[in-house]
């Protein structure tokens, strides 16, 4: 199993692009969700998912838009990348009731 | 409004000593708690957990109390590694919640 895969590790975006974070994860987890990690900082949720079709804001959603159309995906799309959209972002996936999620690598975004 | 607080950004041990990290939280509706370790470039994976209903939790080197009237759990390390080297985030849910709230963390390290 490779877990929970992230693409891309490391991307700059100018003020003003648009891109999609891609998570996918073939562990068969219900559950998925998105975080952003700012420096000295705890995780914070973006959107999470508990199933496919099914899709949730967590505590930052805003400037971010996500999907679930299979089990295994959970892309984030940023439409209009500003600089407080700068930080590490981490998808992680859950078994539904298990407690424990399991975290993707991380993609580093920088916007200037 | 933090719900779960790690109150040391940071924490230096010796190797072979006791490492023991400090995390409160102030919603009562919380009743689990796990512990998760992040090293630089990667995402967070699982060390251990605690029910509400325990007080304390093993698992090797690890071990998690949990002190419900005082809203504070700890993460005792024993002996303490340079591998251990790592921040380590505190994160809780309520019963029947699909989500998680993490502090802050604390960086670990273990010096040889």
């Known amino acids: 199993n490779a877990g929970v895969t992230q693409t891309p590790k490391f991307r700059i975006l100018k003020i003003g692009q648009s891109m999609t974070l891609q998570c996918a994860q073939d562990m068969n987890h219900n559950y998925m969700y998105w975080y952003r990690q700012d420096p000295g900082m705890g995780l914070k949720l973006i959107y999470y998912s508990v199933g496919a079709g099914i899709t949730d804001k967590g505590e930052v959603p805003n400037g971010y838009n996500v999907s679930r159309s299979t089990t295994e995906d959970f892309p984030l799309r940023l439409e209009l990348a500003a600089p407080s959209q700068t930080s590490v972002y981490f998808c992680?996936?859950?078994?539904?009731?298990?407690?424990?999620?399991?975290f993707g690598p991380g993609t580093r975004l920088t916007v200037l | 409004d933090q719900q779960v607080k790690q109150n040391s950004p940071s924490l230096s041990v010796q190797e072979g000593r006791i490492s023991i990290l400090n995390c409160d939280y102030t919603?009562?509706?919380?009743?689990?708690f796990l512990w998760y370790k992040k090293y630089p470039a990667e995402g967070p994976t699982f060390l251990i957990s605690?029910?509400?209903?325990?007080d304390k939790n093993e698992d090797g080197r690890f071990t998690v109390f949990l002190n419900k009237s005082a809203k504070h759990l700890s993460l005792h390390i024993v002996p303490s590694q340079p591998g251990d080297s790592a921040v380590y985030f505190c994160?809780?849910?309520?019963?029947?919640?699909?989500?998680?709230?993490f502090g802050k963390g604390t960086k670990l390290t273990v010096n040889p």
């Open positions: 919603n009562s509706m919380f009743d689990y």
């Open positions: 994160a809780a849910t309520p019963g029947g919640s699909e989500k998680l709230v």
């Open positions: 992680a996936s859950e078994l539904a009731g298990a407690n424990e999620q399991f």
């Open positions: 605690i029910s509400s209903i325990k």
